[in-house]
């Protein structure tokens, strides 16, 4: 009894966020610092985390809210800086070229591309990359950010070159006890054992992820087309699955034959070279083209102040040219994440840190130049003159860089901290696990055996609080195993539906949410565009549960 009232304590952060931003409909300028304050009352006379620690997990917070603002930045000069050169016109052509279908171009950005440059960098960054470009293309701004929220899920699960799993389960199981103990009884090693997870990810995630093109485009025809339909998503139905296959085929392969690392890298670049020839031939795509109603008959809260300004300028770029600065940052994120070549080492090596804050075990650190806003700064800078740009619209493609910054500071200024402080409330005075582990050892104990049906919940709810599938494994990955082995299940399976729930938390976490809409400038939509995922969201998880029930009970 007594675990169930912390567990309801331990959801109260989590629940305030839902009631105020998704029932309530409060913009998260707003709903982020009640939050905040709820979660810091709670960790304070609940759980007697000292002062120290909550001052310490603030500052580590805010330090890691100033690298997403970073982010957004980079993603939103580079946008304005192939606008004002006229390259966006020309990739709008080419994309109209290959179809001029709103269906079919978004399964190609956002679910193609996207994934590759998830598989490349992480961090955010398919999101603030294609959801402005979609813009710039014709896309109503939420309807640009709320399926690039939900394409962003399936490549997540081996982003930014494997780190969710090769660092974050990694971190999570070697070496501990109870891993140690089981292996020992085991035929092998612990690294034998970790390539069983990879693969294990690999597949399932690869059978749950096949859909998500025709979920996305659903949600698209749904919500913003003329006819409210779900029938015009289904239209694509074919056309969408064979996309969802030329990326997950080839990225499950990869999971099996060469580890975590270059899944979804792998799968985004084999997925665009099978599906833009076959989109060009019109293989498989619907006789009638679907596009959005005229902008006139948009709804107030489609739009952001990021305007599809396609205007050429007067330039004439080519193709190839217009789509060079794009090419750089696919490129240049991934030499950068590539440990055997130098390039990494070089961009790590300035960094700051601020270890063991006030006295606590809380530390933190950033190394701004390996983050991915650098790139997309320096890619900005070689267009200026790949494009032959003039130093006026440079300057004010940086202008109104730096002007969407101020409305999502406040907000990610809030949220971030507050998933800080809900984290590190382990260190305390109470003698009680953190509250992340005491929700999950909660829901653990209700649900007994069937508890793999809930197993990717957990993962989920790590990402929504700590905005990072990484974090979430790290936080969760030996808890899950813990479980499975108290009930006698498989911790391989166990442990891989923690990967896949975490990667559909991306969906909905919050500082991804608001980091999205920043970058198309739009704000106070938070709310809406949570209730515009959570189907989606819903298939993932029931899909991935499902499955691991049936591998774990059946096969």
Excluded at 147 to 160: E, H, K, R, Y
Aim: proline letters at 5%; a positive charge.
């Amino acid at each position: 009894m007594e675990l169930i009232v912390y567990c309801l304590l331990a959801l109260t952060p989590i629940a305030t966020v839902f009631l105020l931003l998704v029932i309530a409909r409060r913009p998260a300028k707003q709903a982020m610092p009640i939050a905040y304050l709820v979660t810091s009352a709670i960790a304070i006379l609940i759980w007697q985390v000292p002062g120290q620690v909550f001052a310490a997990s603030t500052i580590q917070g805010l330090v890691m809210a100033a690298e997403i603002l970073y982010i957004i930045f980079g993603a939103i000069l580079l946008l304005n800086i192939l606008r004002e050169s006229g390259a966006i016109a020309t990739i709008r052509q080419g994309l109209l070229a290959i179809s001029p279908d709103r269906r079919i171009q978004a399964i190609i950005i956002v679910w193609l591309f996207g994934s590759f440059l998830e598989g490349a960098s992480g961090f955010g960054t398919p999101a603030a990359v294609c959801s402005p470009l979609l813009v710039a293309l014709g896309f109503p701004a939420l309807a640009a950010v709320t399926i690039s929220l939900i394409a962003n899920s399936t490549a997540v699960v081996f982003g930014a070159v494997g780190i969710p799993v090769s660092l974050g389960i990694n971190t999570g199981l070697e070496g501990t006890p109870i891993v140690t103990d089981y292996l020992a009884k085991q035929p092998y090693n612990y690294s034998e054992y970790f390539r069983l997870i990879v693969i294990r990810i690999g597949v399932l995630n690869g059978i749950i992820g096949t859909l998500i093109p025709l979920l996305m485009v659903c949600v698209l025809t749904r919500y913003f087309g003329e006819r409210k339909s779900w029938r015009e998503g289904f239209e694509v139905f074919w056309f969408a699955l064979l996309a969802g296959l030329a990326f997950t085929i080839p990225s499950a392969l990869t999971a099996i034959f060469l580890g975590a690392e270059f899944p979804s890298l792998i799968g985004g670049l084999v997925g665009l070279a099978i599906i833009i020839p076959l989109a060009q031939k019109r293989f498989l795509t619907p006789k009638q083209v679907w596009d959005f109603p005229p902008t006139e008959a948009w709804a107030d809260e489609w739009s952001g102040s990021l305007q599809a300004l396609i205007s050429n300028k007067g330039r004439n770029l080519t193709l190839t040219l217009a789509w060079i600065p794009y090419v750089l940052v696919g490129l240049l994120l991934m030499l950068s994440r590539l440990s055997w070549l130098p390039l990494q080492k070089l961009l790590k090596e300035p960094s700051f840190s601020l270890a063991n804050l006030w006295g606590t075990e809380i530390s933190t650190s950033s190394q701004p130049f390996y983050l991915p806003g650098t790139i997309f700064i320096l890619v900005a800078f070689l267009t200026y003159f790949l494009h032959r740009m003039n130093w006026n619209s440079t300057l004010k493609a940086t202008r109104e860089a730096a002007s969407t910054l101020l409305g999502t500071a406040l907000v990610l200024g809030a949220a971030v901290p507050m998933a800080r402080v809900f984290i590190n409330s382990g260190f305390n005075q109470s003698g009680l696990t953190s509250m992340p582990v005491t929700l999950a050892d909660g829901m653990s104990s209700l649900t007994g055996s069937s508890y793999p049906l809930f197993s990717p919940i957990v993962g989920a709810i790590g990402s929504f609080i700590a905005g990072s599938a990484t974090v979430s494994n790290m936080m969760f990955s030996l808890f899950q195993f813990g479980v499975a082995a108290k009930i006698g299940v498989s911790g391989a399976i166990i442990t891989a539906l923690q990967g896949i729930g975490a990667a559909a938390g991306n969906m909905i976490c919050v500082s991804n949410i608001v980091a999205a809409l920043a970058t198309v400038g739009l704000v106070g939509c938070e709310g809406l565009l949570i209730r515009r995922v959570l189907l989606p969201l819903v298939y993932y998880l029931l899909g991935a549960g499902i499955l691991g029930a049936i591998a774990i009970y059946i096969l």
